[in-house]
């Protein structure tokens, strides 16, 4: 089970706008991060301290923190952007990483 | 530009050990602000942290896998590696090393562990007899 609660699975057309959730009681107290894992690659991070960009980050993709609840957003989907998203965050000690039970993203 | 790349046996026995070495080039392994993990995924499943090592040899592994983790660094060879000890099937997965970011706070002067902003490749592993 997952302390980080992801949504298993969401599909959008190109152009769209794709949300991708991630639930927990440690979002409050805690920075989140986001990974994209494209098939046969290995994972890249996209977001860290809840909404920063890496350099060489899209700018379509953005992250947002409500309180138990962190949401990355890819604004323009593109076909390149299919894969596996995975959040991730300390548990309630700060002490070890958990990951999200990733969301697998089908664009259309 | 720095590297990380994993490498060890792809066939594990049941109850062995499965010894996994992360060779980081580009950069010394002592340079910045950093710290080095494992993280694997299991086909099908998602992603786990096993654990991290710091530049001073201290680690921390996930208590879900029971004490069965060692984590070491060799900043001589620009390495750190990871010991995971009588595995089962259920340890075959693909294995990542990684490297973490450790931010400064400037205005309380702690540091926090942050995102794992770079990683190796993978390498797939199989416990079977």
């Known amino acids: 089970s997952y302390e980080l609660t992801q949504p298993p699975s969401l599909s959008v057309s190109p152009g769209q706008t794709a949300r991708i959730t991630c639930s927990g009681d440690?979002?409050?107290?805690?920075?989140a991060y986001w990974y994209q894992q494209r098939p046969g690659q290995a994972p890249v991070l996209l977001i860290y301290k809840d909404s920063e960009r890496p350099s060489g980050i899209p700018g379509r993709f953005s992250g947002t923190n409500s309180g138990t609840t962190v949401t990355l957003t890819i604004t323009g989907v593109q076909a390149e952007d299919e894969g596996d998203y995975y959040c991730?965050?300390?548990?309630?000690?700060?002490?070890?990483?958990?990951f999200g039970g990733g969301t697998k993203l089908t664009v259309l | 530009q720095v590297q990380l790349q994993e490498s060890g046996p792809r066939l594990v026995q049941p109850l062995q050990a499965l010894p996994l070495t992360c060779t980081v080039s580009?950069?010394?392994?002592?340079?910045?602000?950093?710290?080095w993990a494992w993280i694997r995924k299991p086909a099908g499943k998602g992603l786990e942290w096993i654990g991290h090592?710091?530049?001073?040899?201290?680690?921390i592994d996930n208590p879900s896998l029971e004490g069965r983790v060692t984590l070491s660094i060799d900043t001589s060879k620009n390495q750190f590696s990871l010991d995971l000890r009588y595995v089962t099937a259920a340890d075959t997965a693909t294995y990542y090393c990684a490297r973490g970011a450790i931010y400064f706070d400037y205005w309380t002067g702690n540091t926090s562990d942050g995102a794992f902003d770079l990683w190796g490749p993978g390498t797939m592993v199989t416990v079977s007899p």
């Open positions: 440690v979002l409050p107290d805690h920075y």
């Open positions: 991730q965050a300390p548990d309630t000690s700060g002490t070890y990483w958990m």
């Open positions: 090592v710091y530049r001073s040899g201290t680690f």
């Open positions: 580009g950069d010394s392994i002592t340079s910045g602000d950093y710290y």
